[in-house]
């Protein structure tokens, strides 16, 4: 598998990267989210890594345990 850091890859390459991984880059399909898109345009612009990307959006969402917690028996 060839890195997909900005450093070893094009714009172009970073561009089919963000297309195939997301599907329509368009966004003018029914139901997609062109917000999408935008969020890794600075992947895109090679001004910061996926992974940075991903982070950022995933550390919006926390787990929360379903349900009551077990008491510790005594």
């Known amino acids: 598998m060839k890195s997909i850091l900005i450093a070893d890859t094009t ?8 297309a ?14 062109p917000g999408l ?9 090679g001004r910061r890594e996926l992974r940075e990307i991903n982070m950022e959006f995933n550390a919006r969402y926390t787990r ?3 349900g009551p917690t077990e008491a510790s028996a005594e």
């Not at 714009?11 to 963000?18: A, D, G, P």
């Not at 368009?26 to 989210?33: A, V």
């Not at 898109?37 to 600075?42: D, N, R, S």
């Open 11 to 18: 714009r172009e390459e970073r561009e089919r990267i963000v």
């Open 20 to 33: 195939e991984s997301i599907g329509n880059i368009d966004g003018l399909c029914d139901g997609c989210s």
């Open 37 to 45: 898109v935008e969020m890794y345009q600075a992947y895109i612009d």
């Open 64 to 66: 929360v345990a379903a």
